[in-house]
């Protein structure tokens, strides 16, 4: 499964670089998703990088309607902290009583106190 998403990220970027890359990865998670070999929140990160943030929380709303508790470890991913203004991710956040997510962190970004500190 690995091997196989790798080479096609790699197919993908020769042909037209990280828009072929992105578009062969999504393709192949789809594939492995729709076969139930990984969980939707996987296919959630890719379609965040591609601009389809829409098609992500479908993606993580499905997983959390299949009780795929894999998912919970990832909300706060900075990868997915670009979802945490949108209702539809507030909502889902409110459902699971998951810890509010930081409001002016951006990700992967220290705290200007934290930063003040060390």
């Given at each position: 499964m690995l091997n196989d998403t790798i080479a096609r990220a790699r197919s993908g970027?020769?042909?037209?670089?990280?828009?072929?890359?992105l578009r062969?990865?999504?393709a192949t998670?789809?594939?492995?998703?729709?076969a139930g070999k990984i969980?939707?929140?996987?296919?959630?990160?890719?379609?965040?990088?591609?601009?389809?943030k829409e098609e992500a929380l479908q993606f993580i709303e499905e997983d959390y309607a299949r009780h795929n508790a894999v998912f919970l470890?990832?909300?706060?991913?900075?990868?997915l902290l670009s979802l945490k203004d949108d209702p539809r991710?507030?909502?889902l956040?409110?459902?699971?009583?998951?810890?509010?997510?930081?409001?002016?962190?951006?990700?992967?970004?220290p705290s200007r106190a934290w930063s003040e500190a060390h």
């Open positions: 970027y020769a042909r037209d670089g990280e828009r072929g890359l062969n990865v999504y998670q789809k594939k492995y998703y729709s969980p939707g929140i996987v296919l959630a990160k890719t379609c965040i990088l591609m601009g389809k470890s990832c909300l706060s991913e900075p990868d991710y507030k909502e956040l409110k459902k699971i009583n998951f810890p509010a997510l930081p409001q002016d962190v951006p990700p992967s970004m």
